[in-house]
């Protein structure tokens, strides 16, 4: 069973930055696609940004965060970054960490194919 641990969340202004971490342990997972979703009060979990196994050159983002948000992967801390800036209002949620057993070139994730879910940190954006 993998273990992710994630870290980074917070309360910040419109405009504002964070930068989220998750620290995954419990198997290998240099050659899979990685994650990050989120949650809003009242909505379904929706996919925010991933990228792939290898060099991690395959990076790919849900619309509403492309160009504001960037994805990254450090394998020596077997470990998953994703830096916001421009926050929003609307980026208001639970933030999680999420792993797969995907392989090769793709442009999204869907819930369904996350082999495991990081308990989550709250970013809330005041306006």
């Known amino acids: 069973q993998a273990q992710l641990v994630e870290s980074g969340g917070g309360l910040v202004q419109a405009g504002g930055s964070l930068r989220l971490s998750c620290v995954a342990s419990?198997?290998?997972?240099?050659?899979?696609?990685m994650g990050w979703f989120r949650q809003a009060p009242g909505k379904d979990r929706e996919f925010v940004a991933g990228?792939?196994?290898?060099?991690?050159?395959?990076?790919y983002y849900a619309e509403s965060v492309k160009g504001r948000f960037t994805i990254s992967r450090d394998y020596t801390k077997n470990a998953l970054f994703l830096e916001m800036n421009s926050l929003k209002p609307e980026d208001t949620a639970a933030y999680y960490c999420?792993?797969?057993?995907?392989?090769?070139?793709?442009?999204?994730?869907?819930?369904?194919?996350?082999?495991?879910w990081g308990q989550g940190t709250q970013v809330t954006v005041s306006s």
């Open positions: 999420a792993t797969t057993r995907i392989v090769g070139w793709v442009n999204t994730i869907s819930a369904r194919e996350v082999k495991d």
């Open positions: 419990g198997r290998t997972f240099t050659g899979y696609h």
């Open positions: 990228i792939g196994g290898g060099t991690g050159s395959n990076r």
